[in-house]
């Protein structure tokens, strides 16, 4: 009875976001033309990830305070084309929305998904930028 019960409540603390997420979200930088160099700023302006295109980068979802998300933003640049930028967001996914509804979803929700990257996605999981020549029309 009392292994039942202790089974129960540890149940109830677990997140599902948690059990099932992770907490870094692969990312696809691309562009086109391909071969252009690109890195990937946090809201801080560090820099958490560069290289040439096409790459895949691995970034941390949370910032690890309650309910932190993290932000990015990709600069491309490419010699003869107009440098752009991209920005980079964390959504909240069905994991931790409806996830957690079958263990009571309180405890989930409030005490251990918060804290953690597991219960966001980043979007757009894959960046396909396309760059423009300089002076082309229609470049901005």
């Known amino acids: 009875m009392r292994i039942g019960l202790v089974l129960a409540v540890l149940l109830c603390l677990n997140g599902c976001a948690t059990i099932v ?18 890195a ?7 820099t958490v990830a560069e290289g040439i295109t096409p790459k895949v980068v691995s970034l941390t979802k949370s910032d690890g305070r309650y309910f932190g998300r993290k932000n990015w933003i990709v600069l491309f640049e490419i010699p003869g084309y107009v440098p752009v930028t991209v920005p980079l967001t964390t959504q909240v996914n069905l994991w931790y929305v409806l996830g957690n509804v ?4 309180l405890p989930g929700w409030l005490l251990v998904d918060p ?5 966001l996605n980043i979007t757009p999981a894959r960046v396909n930028q396309p760059l423009h020549p300089v002076g082309a029309r229609g470049a901005m």
Request: proline share 9%; glycine share 20%; aromatic share 8%.
């Open 115 to 119: 804290w953690y990257g597991g219960r």
């Open 21 to 38: 997420g992770s907490e870094q979200d692969d990312v696809v930088i691309q562009s086109t033309p391909p071969g252009a160099k690109f």
């Open 40 to 46: 990937v700023q946090d809201e801080q302006g560090r």
């Open 102 to 105: 079958p263990l009571g979803g």
